[in-house]
């Protein structure tokens, strides 16, 4: 690429994709291979001064894939990497850790807290967890992208840190962990730390109160003052009391689709923890978490025969749903699918596929398009 076309690449960059771009660019020193990696980078986006925020979060999943790439080419010590360079691994990690604060990414840039993973075996030995050399197993994968990798170790050193989590969940969350066969797998388990991690720093968890992992039906659990029994739902992502004193039950997804997955499995989830919102009704909330925005429209998905939408089994059980930054009632989920069947018709585009689903990639691209507040 001549120097004449990457200026015009720069040009057209946002700028704080521009730093993010530089911080990976700096590996390299040889300026024809930095331009070949930011070109790449480039074809991944619709070049605009306003980069939507689902386009700039996938740019940022691009730019991991490209760090990454040049991960698999390095040893433990640092090596020659053909084409592009020398650079060590701390040096590369370094650079990618920048990029990830410039992101803005709370769940992997690490906190003055966070335990090395000499710290985190001895935590695990000194608490006896059942299976300690699972968590040996777990950060030697290799097979996991560095991000999620980055992500263990954050969460496992806040969760540690806090001491809300009984040590007998965080060995499961490890052994799932280190068990998860494929990387969508994994991020739909580490989901369900980092949510609970979430609460306990935002706090959203009575102070007085631990946090419950994988709560099963026909055991009673201690929240603070208060015992709970969760029957007859069978299994709990997540069990807690509440700042406003009321027992949670959570039902955590990393993905829209993720839950849709989960309804199809077991249909009846959302109902039992309907029953047992209903045994004391002023004492207990419930309540669905998706925690990314992320192809958020899956929500309307039938992928096969006789399946129904999750959002419309979600409006028709009434458990109010929180997604990314929004909470949504049950009323303001309704109006949303109202919106879209309407809207839908009046573009002659009903029964809504992807090139209707395409005009709103985000909850504030379906507002906007449908004239709708979620807010």
Same mark, same amino acid.
């Given at each position: 690429?001549?120097?004449?076309?990457?200026?015009?690449?720069?040009?057209? $960059?946002?700028?704080?994709?521009?730093?993010?771009?530089?911080?990976?660019?700096?590996?390299?020193?040889?300026?024809?291979?930095?331009?070949?990696?930011?070109?790449?980078?480039?074809?991944?986006?619709?070049?605009?001064?306003?980069?939507?925020?689902?386009?700039?979060?996938? &740019?940022?999943?691009?730019?991991?894939?490209?760090?990454?790439?040049?991960?698999?080419?390095? /040893?433990?010590?640092?090596?020659?990497?053909? &084409?592009?360079? $020398?650079?060590?691994?701390?040096?590369?990690?370094?650079?990618?850790?920048?990029?990830?604060?410039?992101? =803005?990414?709370?769940?992997?840039?690490?906190?003055? +807290?966070?335990?090395?993973?000499?710290?985190?075996?001895?935590?695990?030995?000194? +608490?006896?967890?059942?299976?300690?050399?699972?968590?040996?197993?777990?950060?030697?994968?290799?097979?996991?992208?560095?991000?999620?990798?980055?992500?263990?170790?954050? /969460?496992?050193?806040?969760?540690?840190?806090?001491?809300?989590?009984?040590?007998?969940?965080?060995?499961?969350?490890?052994?799932?962990?280190?068990?998860?066969?494929?990387? /969508?797998?994994?991020?739909?388990?580490?989901?369900?730390?980092?949510?609970?991690?979430?609460?306990?720093?935002?706090?959203?968890?009575?102070?007085?109160? =631990?946090?419950?992992?994988?709560?099963?039906? =026909?055991?009673?659990?201690?929240?603070?003052? &208060? +015992?709970?029994?969760?029957?007859?739902?069978?299994?709990?992502?997540?069990?807690?009391?509440?700042?406003?004193?009321?027992?949670?039950?959570?039902?955590?997804?990393?993905?829209?689709?993720?839950?849709?997955?989960?309804?199809?499995?077991?249909?009846?989830?959302?109902?039992?923890?309907? +029953?047992?919102?209903?045994?004391?009704?002023?004492?207990?909330?419930?309540? &669905?978490?998706?925690?990314?925005?992320? /192809?958020?429209?899956?929500?309307?998905?039938?992928?096969?025969?006789?399946?129904?939408?999750?959002?419309?089994?979600?409006?028709?059980?009434?458990?109010?749903?929180?997604? =990314?930054?929004?909470?949504?009632?049950?009323?303001?989920?309704?109006?949303?699918?109202?919106?879209?069947?309407?809207?839908?018709?009046?573009?002659?585009?009903?029964?809504?596929?992807?090139? $209707?689903?395409?005009?709103?990639?985000?909850?504030?691209?379906?507002?906007?398009?449908?004239?709708?507040?979620?807010?």
């Amino acid at each position: 690429m001549s120097s004449r076309q990457g200026n015009k690449y720069w040009a057209n $960059f946002p700028s704080k994709l521009k730093s993010i771009t530089l911080n990976i660019l700096e590996i390299s020193s040889i300026t024809e291979q930095k331009q070949k990696v930011l070109k790449k980078v480039y074809q991944v986006i619709t070049v605009s001064e306003q980069i939507p925020k689902q386009t700039f979060v996938k &740019v940022c999943h691009r730019i991991n894939d490209v760090l990454e790439t040049l991960q698999r080419q390095l /040893n433990h010590n640092g090596q020659i990497i053909p &084409v592009v360079g $020398f650079v060590t691994q701390d040096q590369l990690k370094s650079q990618r850790l920048e990029a990830l604060k410039i992101m =803005g990414d709370s769940h992997s840039v690490p906190s003055s +807290r966070n335990l090395t993973d000499e710290q985190l075996f001895e935590a695990v030995r000194i +608490r006896r967890f059942a299976n300690p050399q699972h968590l040996a197993e777990l950060l030697n994968r290799t097979d996991i992208s560095l991000d999620l990798m980055q992500q263990v170790r954050v /969460n496992l050193s806040e969760a540690l840190n806090s001491e809300r989590f009984f040590q007998d969940d965080l060995q499961r969350v490890i052994s799932q962990l280190n068990s998860a066969n494929s990387s /969508n797998r994994f991020d739909e388990v580490l989901a369900e730390l980092r949510y609970p991690n979430r609460l306990i720093r935002t706090g959203e968890v009575a102070v007085d109160s =631990g946090v419950i992992l994988g709560a099963t039906q =026909g055991r009673e659990y201690v929240l603070g003052s &208060v +015992r709970v029994r969760t029957d007859p739902v069978p299994d709990v992502d997540v069990l807690y009391l509440g700042k406003e004193r009321l027992v949670r039950i959570d039902e955590v997804k990393n993905t829209a689709n993720a839950l849709r997955e989960k309804l199809n499995k077991t249909p009846e989830q959302l109902r039992n923890m309907q +029953r047992w919102l209903a045994e004391a009704p002023t004492d207990r909330k419930i309540t &669905v978490v998706i925690e990314q925005e992320d /192809n958020w429209t899956d929500l309307f998905a039938i992928r096969k025969k006789g399946e129904t939408a999750a959002l419309r089994i979600l409006i028709d059980e009434r458990v109010p749903l929180t997604i =990314g930054s929004y909470n949504l009632s049950v009323s303001k989920m309704n109006e949303l699918w109202n919106a879209v069947l309407i809207k839908s018709q009046e573009l002659k585009m009903f029964p809504p596929k992807s090139d $209707f689903f395409s005009q709103i990639p985000t909850l504030n691209d379906a507002e906007r398009f449908l004239g709708i507040s979620l807010k």
